[in-house]
């Protein structure tokens, strides 16, 4: 009786491992946001200037809605912020895939390419397709969006081709007064006005091709 009390602990193990030869049952749990929902938590990420977090919930949605454009632009706005330009590049084409000629993923893969120094010439290419199909459209997109062409007076002036840059930066600064100067300005060419920070960016830029300029011929000004 001693022997078989000293040994019922090891024969009840043999029982419970002998039961758990069956397959477990797996519990998947499902997520419960929606791709925008997950995207609005990636927003209140950014704001924050939480990086990691916003990318997390913007990769998220995609796997919730592949086709979802601001899940991919956004992912590709933390990704040039983390200067990550390859990657940036890349979700803002996909982005463009779905939405072709958009002025918002354009721009902003302009800026890749100002950032990075790489594919400079398709960039441009890019945002003169989107002025060229914005001619046609009504305002504010009508081709003289301010955002839109201060982006191509830098991608310009990182190009060399200063007559051509202080030509948009010009227009830029045009159309921004033009517009009232308003607050709230949106994506770029997607709400009237023109923010006053808009305003001092593209006379900051006006300064940097400026100070690009190579020296002139005696007695030849500088652009003015």
Same mark, same amino acid.
């Given at each position: 009786?001693?022997?078989?009390?000293?040994?019922?602990?090891?024969?009840?193990? /043999?029982?419970?491992?002998?039961? @758990?030869?069956?397959?477990?049952?797996?519990?998947?749990?499902?997520?419960?946001?929606?791709?925008?929902?997950?995207?609005?938590? #990636?927003?209140?990420?950014?704001?924050?200037?939480?990086?990691?977090?916003?990318? !997390?919930?913007?990769?998220?949605?995609?796997?919730?809605?592949? %086709?979802?454009?601001?899940?991919?632009? $956004?992912?590709?706005?933390?990704?040039?912020?983390?200067?990550?330009?390859?990657?940036?590049? /890349?979700?803002?084409?996909?982005?463009?895939?779905?939405?072709?000629?958009?002025?918002?993923?354009?721009? $902003?893969?302009?800026?890749?390419?100002?950032? =990075? #120094? $790489?594919?400079?010439?398709?960039?441009?290419? !890019?945002?003169?397709?989107?002025?060229?199909?914005?001619?046609? %459209?009504?305002?504010?997109?009508?081709?003289?969006?301010?955002?839109?062409?201060?982006? %191509?007076?830098?991608?310009?002036? %990182?190009?060399?081709?200063?007559?051509?840059?202080?030509?948009?930066?010009?227009?830029?600064?045009?159309? @921004?007064?033009?517009?009232?100067?308003?607050?709230?300005?949106?994506?770029? #060419?997607?709400?009237? #006005? @023109?923010?006053? =920070?808009?305003? !001092?960016?593209?006379?900051?830029?006006?300064?940097?091709?400026? =100070?690009?300029?190579? =020296?002139?011929?005696?007695?030849?000004?500088?652009?003015?």
């Amino acid at each position: 009786m001693t022997f078989f009390l000293r040994f019922l602990p090891i024969l009840l193990l /043999a029982v419970a491992l002998a039961g @758990c030869g069956r397959v477990p049952r797996i519990i998947v749990l499902e997520d419960p946001l929606s791709a925008d929902e997950h995207v609005t938590l #990636g927003v209140a990420y950014e704001r924050k200037g939480e990086l990691a977090p916003a990318a !997390r919930e913007y990769e998220r949605a995609l796997k919730k809605d592949g %086709r979802s454009f601001r899940a991919r632009v $956004n992912l590709g706005n933390v990704r040039l912020a983390e200067k990550m330009y390859g990657e940036a590049r /890349a979700e803002y084409l996909k982005a463009l895939a779905l939405r072709p000629a958009d002025p918002e993923a354009t721009n $902003n893969l302009a800026w890749a390419a100002i950032l =990075s #120094g $790489n594919d400079r010439e398709e960039a441009l290419l !890019r945002l003169d397709a989107v002025f060229a199909e914005g001619e046609s %459209r009504p305002p504010p997109m009508d081709g003289l969006s301010p955002v839109l062409l201060d982006t %191509r007076g830098v991608l310009l002036t %990182r190009m060399a081709r200063f007559a051509e840059a202080e030509s948009a930066l010009a227009r830029a600064e045009a159309a @921004c007064l033009a517009s009232g100067n308003l607050p709230g300005a949106g994506a770029p #060419g997607s709400a009237p #006005g @023109c923010p006053e =920070s808009v305003l !001092r960016e593209i006379r900051a830029h006006r300064e940097e091709l400026r =100070s690009s300029l190579p =020296s002139p011929p005696e007695g030849r000004p500088r652009v003015k």
